[in-house]
């Protein structure tokens, strides 16, 4: 009896002293996208500070490809200690809808940390592309056929599919030329070797204040701080359109609560600075730092909102 009392007071101090310990050594910080992107972004603003403030280094990975898949596969088959972790993009809710399998089950493979911040996607063209609005580049599209093309971070990412809801709602056709990741579908942008993209405002901020890309419009229901000159894509000649990305850190599946809590406190922590939260909203960024359990509702509710819509848009991803 003596014994069973013993087993049962160590039990219950487990979980406790698991989080204390935690970190025991350096965190894999996996980034499923190339450099650049709003992903890369976050990444590396918050791993400095958390290494500073757990004294272990957070060593940023990138794992690019297949919209997220491959960099959230790594993750989904680490081991769930809570040194391995992953951030995601919208694609993260919207791959189950767009996929015939996926290497991992979406829900039970990860565990939900936080959910960082919203970011829509703004549409932006190359300066030689003549059009200055997204009515006359409706128009443009429709005189020219297939002739124009756009750019996205992969087949399925958020960015291909707001260009594609666009498509569908505008009842025109463009030509869809997929990259590694967001930094990469920029620079073609940029390069103009591609017309145009939808991509996250960090991304393109940069090329939009030294005049190398156009805006057009925001897809969220509301104008972006960063950008309030750019009208939404409802207002701008599309009623009804809204697309909302988010960025969010996840961990595998089995992770002990006590360590996802732990982590959730940590990136709250850091996300509450000052410099930080200026410099994700100055990137387009609106923070919002979102529980484990409401991160996973709002997946959940991502999860049921799309596959009608990609149904009656047509929009679909072969693998």
Known sequence: MKRMLALITLLMLAPPALAQSYPSKPIRFVVPSS????????????????????GQQVLVDLRPGAAGIVGSEIVAKAPPDGHT??????????????????????????ARVNLLAFSPNVLVVHPSLPVKSVKELIAFARARGGELNYASSGAGTGGHLSIELMKHMAKINMVHVPYKGAGDATVAVVSGQVHMLMTAPGAAIPFIRSGRLRPLAVGSAKRVKALPEVPTMAE???????VDGYYGILAPGKTPRPIVDRLYAEFDRVLRLPEVSQQMEAQGFDPVSLTPDRF???VRRELQKWPPVFKAAGIKVNN
């Open 85 to 110: 972790i992953l951030i995601v993009a919208t694609g993260y809710s919207l791959n189950p809808s767009l996929y015939a399998k996926l290497p991992y089950d979406t829900i039970e493979d990860f």
């Open 35 to 54: 450099a650049g992107g709003g992903n890369d972004f976050v990444a590396r603003l918050f791993s400095p500070r958390i290494a500073e403030n757990w």
């Open 236 to 242: 701008a000649a599309l009623p009804g359109y809204e």
């Open 296 to 298: 996973t509702e709002h």
